[in-house]
């Protein structure tokens, strides 16, 4: 165990999936467009042209604001950051720096079978940046402001986060929250959710020197750089030698972070008050009208499926993937009882998964799930003819439906069965006197016999209760 203990704080950018831009009406869906056709006069800031806030884009923002247990601004503004880089239309973007619309919240983790709370200091909205490209060989860069206006939501988290395991699952869970509720497609290899991490240790109470690592867009690689920049800044430490505050990258090929640039050259942004967009207050009933969209956060899901002593993995399975959750939502609300639930859970993370890419039509629902695992509960099917309909149970059909319509229903009738039963034991004296003489082994006997004139159809429990009873006269 080494004496340094880590801090890590977490900034990420995640690409709202808005219909338009965050200023204009441009579509905010560029792929596969030709370069610079997607673009008006406001992502240019011609003279004369003015931004207009996209209403869904603070929809979001306020959706985002519910998942992070924050307080939404009652009243918010926008500010111009100047810069001038070729990926800037308008050579300024711009952000959210005094009011921004996301304050003072927080997400938990489960770590270690515990849940901790990491603190978000703040969110903001912003607009993307166009797209730089060095072509080869050439002495030219090209750029593309089809990108350009896009919106983004900033998160900065407080530096509650501990080790790089920490790390990855605040990510993993800001990331379910954000693709739960419809506010990011979370394509990390387009950049729809990319973050910086902020990493410094100490042996003291104070603070080390931080060392920021930009542009990671991997749960994994995010997991991987803080653990080798951790110890980097270990062994630099031990060998007495001074940390300096600077931003690095991470090289995936080689497994380590690199110095790209020093504190020194900071920039100077010049931030002022947006002077095209005023101040603007947050309609309450707009707020709550959004609230209201929301029935169930992650976190929810996953405290429910925790105390159902499901493992962490079967959990972001499942969070990860809103539809198969709110199947299970749904099943749930049916079969009301812990064991009948867990059961739903693992036809989702099994089977479900096994087959659902194959399927003619996905379209299992709660209720059929519930019937399922209902009909098995109860006897009515055996578990080998729940996993052999399953398919058409995944394909919208009753289980009900089925197994009439196939004839499956297992035989639990007791009046039917010891009538079957009793004409066995007449028609064998023999395996009758042996039982009652103290041989058990003869009972597998009689239970194969039911089973072949019932055609497999007898529930095996039932039919050995019966025998027994029967065979002891
Ligand atoms: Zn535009």
């Known amino acids: 165990m080494s004496k340094y203990k880590p801090t890590i704080g977490i900034e990420i950018h995640t ?6 831009k965050m200023f204009c009406g441009c579509d905010n869906d560029s792929r596969g467009a030709k ?19 996209n209403r869904g884009a603070i929809a979001m923002a306020i959706k985002m604001a519910i998942g992070f247990n924050s307080k939404i601004a009652d009243v918010t503004s926008f500010d111009r950051k100047n810069y001038f880089y070729p990926d800037s239309p308008k050579g300024y973007q711009i952000t959210q720096m005094d009011q921004p619309i996301i304050q003072d919240g927080f997400v938990e983790i489960l770590v270690d079978g515990e849940f901790k709370k990491i603190g978000i200091h703040h969110a903001h909205l912003e607009e993307d940046a166009g797209k730089l490209t060095h072509p080869e060989g050439s002495e030219y860069s090209l750029v593309d402001f089809n990108r350009a206006g896009t919106p983004l939501v900033e998160i900065v988290s407080e530096p509650d986060i501990k080790s790089p395991e920490e790390a990855k699952r605040f990510l993993q869970e ?16 387009h950049g729809n959710f990319k973050f910086d991490l902020n990493v410094s240790i100490s042996d003291t109470d104070e603070l080390g020197t931080r060392v920021e690592l930009k542009n990671l867009n991997s749960f994994r690689n995010a997991e991987r750089a803080l653990k080798y920049e951790i110890k980097r800044q270990e062994d630099m430490l031990a060998e007495g030698k001074v940390i300096s505050q600077e931003t690095r990258g991470w090289n995936d090929a080689k497994s380590k972070t690199f110095a790209q640039r020093s504190k020194e050259e900071a920039n100077d942004y010049r931030y002022f008050p947006e002077p095209d967009l005023p101040p603007f207050n947050l309609d309450r009933d707009f707020v709550s009208d959004i609230q209201k969209e929301i029935t169930v956060l992650p976190i929810e899901i996953r405290k429910d499926l925790n105390n159902l002593g499901l493992s962490v993995d079967d959990q972001d399975l499942l969070i990860s993937q809103p539809n198969t959750a709110s199947i299970f939502a749904d099943a749930r609300k049916i079969l009301k009882k812990d064991n009948l639930s867990k059961k739903a859970v693992n036809w989702l993370v099994g089977d479900y ?7 003619k039509k996905d379209k299992l629902s709660g209720g059929n799930l519930a019937e399922l695992v209902g009909l098995v509960d109860s006897g009515e099917i055996s578990s080998k003819i729940a996993k052999d309909i399953f398919r058409d149970v995944c394909e919208g059909d009753s289980p009900a439906d089925i197994i009439v319509s196939k004839g499956l229903v297992l035989l639990s009738d007791d009046s039917q069965l010891e009538e079957i039963i009793l004409k ?25 016999q039911v089973m072949k004139e019932t055609k497999g159809q007898a529930n095996p429990s039932k039919v050995n209760e019966l025998v027994v009873k029967l065979l002891k006269g």
């Not at 690409?15 to 338009?20: E, R, Y």
């Not at 370069?35 to 042209?49: F, K």
């Open 424 to 448: 066995i034991i007449n028609d064998n004296p023999k395996p009758t006197s042996d039982y009652r003489a103290g041989s058990e082994k003869v009972l597998g006997f009689f239970v194969g």
């Open 35 to 53: 370069p610079n056709t997607n673009i008006c006069q406001v992502c240019y800031a011609l003279p004369g042209s003015l931004p207009v806030v």
């Open 174 to 189: 800001i990331h379910n929250i954000v693709t739960s509720l419809g506010i990011c497609n979370g394509d990390m290899e």
């Open 353 to 359: 998964q096994a087959i659902k890419s194959g399927l």
């Open 15 to 20: 690409q709202l999936a808005t219909k338009s």
